[in-house]
């Protein structure tokens, strides 16, 4: 995975871990972007939309819990929460204790990109499923592509499924029929 290149943004506001951190993320092959304030980190994380962002859990004196949460609720990227005593950790976040070593805090940084990785691949194969219910019924009904898109969701919201299942259930009437 390094040798894609994915952005690290390091979150610390003390120098010496924030220099440390940075380190063996550069010589892990990653491309890492650095700061020392939360007014940083949301401008960054804007601008420069990093793959993951590794935090203190409390940076300047404020907790990074809700910069995590809305990082990972709006699916900007993982999170990675460095502490000693973090009592809550946010859903999709991981945690490393602020002494770890070096390959632990890589170990989970490459945990978080596969992770990134096998969402966006099953986020591609349910798009695929439901771009060929979607074709399927344009030809055997001469509907618009968004009439057949609008019957794949009426149906999920109608039956309570999850759009792929029925997008599934389409594609195997129509093919065995």
Do not use: F
């Not at 940084?109 to 439901?130: F, R, V």
């Amino acid at each position: 995975m390094s040798e894609k290149r994915c952005k690290v943004l390091v979150v610390e506001s003390h120098e010496a871990s924030r220099r440390k951190i940075c380190t063996w993320v550069v010589r892990a092959g990653y491309s890492i972007y650095e700061c020392n304030n939360l007014h940083k980190a949301k401008r960054m994380i804007t601008n420069v939309k990093p793959n993951v962002v590794v935090a203190n859990g409390v940076v300047d004196g404020q907790s990074t819990i809700q910069l995590a949460k809305a990082i990972t609720e709006e699916k900007l990227a993982s999170v990675i929460l460095t502490s000693k005593n973090i009592i809550e950790v946010p859903k999709g976040c991981y945690l490393v204790k602020t002494d770890s070593p070096k390959d632990d805090v890589l170990r989970k940084i490459e945990t978080a990109l596969k992770d990134q990785n096998s969402l966006i691949l099953g986020t591609k194969e349910k798009n695929s499923c439901i771009m060929k219910a979607k074709t399927l019924i344009m030809k055997k009904y001469n509907i618009s592509e968004q009439q057949a898109y609008r019957l794949i969701q009426k149906r999920s919201m109608d039956n309570s499924l999850n759009m792929n299942i029925v997008a599934k259930k389409i594609i195997d009437i129509i093919e065995n029929t």
